[in-house]
């Protein structure tokens, strides 16, 4: 008897030491699962993949990218928000996720500041200002003026209601005080098209698409929205130098985790995205996907999201916009 006495003492004792050690590995002990609330084969898929695949070289261990679509990345929220707050679940997000659905969405099941730790922001997204070769305007104060001279009759299209390219064009009204109609498309592809063709005047637009149809001559861009010129259009000037005084306004993205999730491995994380977001050939790559490198970490991410949230929310009750 006090030989099993004795050998169920060394079990146990042999169990408890072997979690107690396990507990005290360090982490990351097993792949870390990226959640995207979109399909694959978009922006934030071309992000995650960059990142990724340098990230599970720092981090040594294995990234998965999971796809989660749905009501505009709410579906993947969710599945994130309930996942265990270890720092095995992150959710990459847009401007639209974090800071506009909150605003656009009355019965949001999330709440960004509430139900998550922001861990790194990774990049920043300019748009371009633009207006059709019709518009009597060779920059942005012109075309201010355009639009004074004509209230209610210059339109501004987008990929749909709520979005950022509806959004920004907001903004730009609430600065400018102009008298801009709205045209929703359903996508970017048709917004621009019917820009090209001049059935819409006006239009914000991604860095990529609008360098490419402003170089060939078919958009005139006229202003670029964030601080400073972006090198994909380095003759276009910021909307800032263009009068509009502290008009920056610009998409991002980021990663996050639940909320609850360890500071120590919230912070262990935030410097393995920051490794990653020095390396020369990530920030040229990001550059080409049209995201600007803009890393902020943990407790600086947060402050940011802090500070977007009521600006786009105005934006939104500016719009007039709601999403059931």
Request: with cysteine; charged share 15%.
């Amino acid at each position: 008897m006090k030989y099993i006495a004795h050998a169920c003492l060394a079990a146990i004792t042999g169990l408890a030491f072997s979690a107690a050690a396990q507990a005290q590995q360090p982490f990351p002990t097993k792949p870390v699962r990226v959640v995207i609330g979109f399909p694959a084969g978009g922006p934030l898929d071309q992000h995650a993949r960059l990142l990724t695949d340098k990230l599970q070289g720092v981090l040594g261990q294995p990234i998965i990218v999971d796809y989660k679509p749905g009501a505009g990345g709410a579906v993947g929220a969710q599945d994130v928000m309930k996942a265990p707050a270890d720092g095995y679940t992150l959710m990459l997000a847009n401007t639209g996720v974090m800071v506009i659905n909150p605003a656009l969405y009355p019965k949001l099941p999330y709440s960004t500041l509430r139900d998550f730790t922001p861990v790194a922001r990774t990049a920043m997204q300019p748009l371009a200002l633009l207006v059709n070769n019709k518009v009597p305007a060779k920059n942005l104060q012109e075309f201010i003026s355009y639009a004074k001279a004509h209230p209610g009759k210059v339109n501004f299209g987008s990929a749909g209601n709520g979005g950022i390219s509806h959004l920004v064009p907001e903004m730009f009204k609430s600065a400018t005080g102009l008298d801009l109609v709205h045209i929703p498309y359903k996508g970017s592809a048709p917004a621009f098209t019917d820009l090209v063709g001049g059935q819409v005047q006006f239009m914000a637009e991604s860095i990529p698409q609008a360098a490419a149809y402003h170089k060939q001559g078919k958009v005139r861009a006229l202003a670029v929205t964030s601080k400073e010129r972006n090198p994909a259009l380095p003759e276009v000037p910021t909307a800032i130098e263009s009068g509009l005084k502290g008009f920056e306004v610009v998409g991002f993205y980021g990663f996050l985790a639940p909320a609850g999730t360890p500071k120590e491995v919230v912070n262990q994380l935030s410097a393995a995205f920051g490794q990653v977001m020095q390396m020369p050939d990530v920030r040229g790559r990001m550059v080409e996907q049209g995201a600007d490198p803009a890393f902020l970490g943990a407790e600086a991410f947060s402050q940011f999201l802090a500070g977007e949230m009521p600006r786009w929310a105005e934006a939104v009750k500016a719009s007039g916009t709601k999403m059931d």
